[in-house]
């Protein structure tokens, strides 16, 4: 038996991904520990245990406390929800979330995979697939196309760059990370470019826009139709359906100038002790949908591939 948990370490809670039920989660720093690299399910690494890799034991019940230095073995455990990131040394000279150890959770939903990119094909009538095509429809109608297939995206490499920079900006905007679920279509590029690759989004190759050169996403599929990439083989239209962290966005009329969000008026006095902070994104409306735009690469994750005909 056992359970599978998520912790995310933005919101500090833990959430079973069986039952849903979610809970808080505290950390606790001991003032030492010895520890047997089996011992127990609640593990902190002292200084002295660096190197040392740890089991979690097969029931997966996970009580995370500070990790510094610590391997976990996942090998054959049931939890797969965890990696380590290097840890970063505290200072008083910066916020207390910079300061810690960073650590890695994937998406609950997410599968074991062999490979650093797989997709998962997901079934019909799923809460996951209903989830996706909820969104899809709110403006793309069942009678105007059927939805042929969702794929999730599994991406460890581009989903550990996005992890780290929503933290980031949790710290940045006191909290404020304002994740949305937008769509995004490719044109002529196969969408495999995008979501097996290193950079992800890469706004480099953005074509200048009415918002300048930017990485846009739209909270209306039916802009992104207009953009979808057609399937060469299947003859099936494909969009994405992305995870970007919008921050705090600077909502304005077009304009072309643009290469970076304008700065913040009155950044200071925030805990991040920056004088001049920048907006994260820009938003806007065009072709009846709100837009966003992200002049990074940072902030924006594929998170499924559907593909649909009309």
């Known amino acids: 038996g056992g359970y599978v948990y998520c912790i995310d370490f933005a919101t500090m809670t833990q959430t079973n991904t069986t039952t849903k039920k979610r809970r808080c989660v505290h950390r606790h720093i001991p003032a030492s520990s010895t520890i047997s690299p089996s011992a127990s399910v609640q593990q902190v690494a002292s200084e002295e245990s660096r190197g040392t890799t740890y089991d979690i034991p097969e029931d997966g019940v996970i009580h995370i406390l500070l990790l510094r230095g610590l391997k976990v073995n996942l090998e054959n455990s049931k939890v797969n929800i965890l990696e380590l990131l290097e840890s970063v040394s505290p200072s008083k000279n910066i916020p207390h979330s910079l300061g810690s150890s960073f650590f890695l959770t994937f998406p609950p939903e997410w599968q074991p995979q062999s490979k650093t990119t797989e997709l998962f094909p997901l079934s019909p009538e799923t809460p996951e697939w209903d989830h996706v095509a909820q969104l899809f429809q709110q403006s793309m109608s069942k009678s105007a196309c059927t939805i042929m297939s969702v794929k999730r995206i599994q991406n460890k490499w581009l989903w550990e760059r996005y992890f780290q920079h929503r933290k980031r900006l949790h710290v940045k905007n006191d909290g404020i990370v304002n994740e949305k679920e937008l769509f995004h279509g490719t044109r002529t590029n196969e969408p495999r470019l995008i979501y ?115």
């Open 196 to 310: 097996d690759s290193e950079d992800g989004f890469d706004m480099r190759y953005s074509a200048e826009g009415m918002w300048g050169r930017a990485n846009y996403f739209a909270a209306n599929a039916t802009y992104s139709d207009g953009y979808a990439h057609i399937n060469a083989k299947t003859g099936l239209k494909e969009m994405f359906l992305v995870k970007l962290l919008t921050g705090e966005s600077y909502k304005c009329d077009p304009d072309s100038s643009l290469r970076v969000p304008p700065p913040i008026p009155g950044s200071i006095g925030r805990s991040l002790q920056i004088e001049q902070l920048k907006y994260d994104t820009v938003t806007g409306s065009t072709g009846g949908s709100q837009v966003y735009m992200a002049y990074d690469n940072e902030k924006a994750y594929p998170a499924y591939l559907i593909e649909y005909k009309v």
